[in-house]
């Protein structure tokens, strides 16, 4: 499969699964609800676009737990919530990186 196609599927995927955790959390207010999970979709669907399209020399599946982690820390930084953005982001990356290395590998 092609790199970029594997990348906006795993992209759209791993935005609307994000989108889909956050749709039950409490905000202030629905505009805020609504940027908080346009963000997170952008933020996700960047991350499961990358990794299939970013080659290191290592495993795509080492390659995803690093950009997961690294592009999620800011978003924790900033929101003061650590642990499930950067779990999730992660353990999403490492999917991915699984994904692709599947498909690609």
């Known amino acids: ?9 795993c992209g759209l995927g791993f935005g609307i699964l ?6 039950p959390l409490k905000y202030d207010n629905n505009r805020k ?11 996700r669907f960047v ?3 990358i990794i299939p399209n970013i080659q290191l020399g290592i495993n795509p599946i080492i390659t995803g737990g690093i950009f997961g982690l690294g592009l999620s820390l800011p978003t924790s930084i900033i929101t003061r919530v650590y642990i499930p953005i950067n779990v999730i982001g992660i353990i999403g990356g490492i999917i991915v ?6 498909v690609i590998v």
Do not use: C, P, W
């Open 1 to 9: 499969m092609n790199r970029i196609l594997l990348g906006l599927l």
């Open 18 to 23: 994000d989108v889909l955790i956050m749709l």
């Open 33 to 43: 609800k609504l940027e908080a999970i346009i963000g997170a979709f952008i933020e």
């Open 47 to 49: 991350l499961g676009f």
């Open 97 to 102: 990186g699984v994904i692709t290395y599947l």
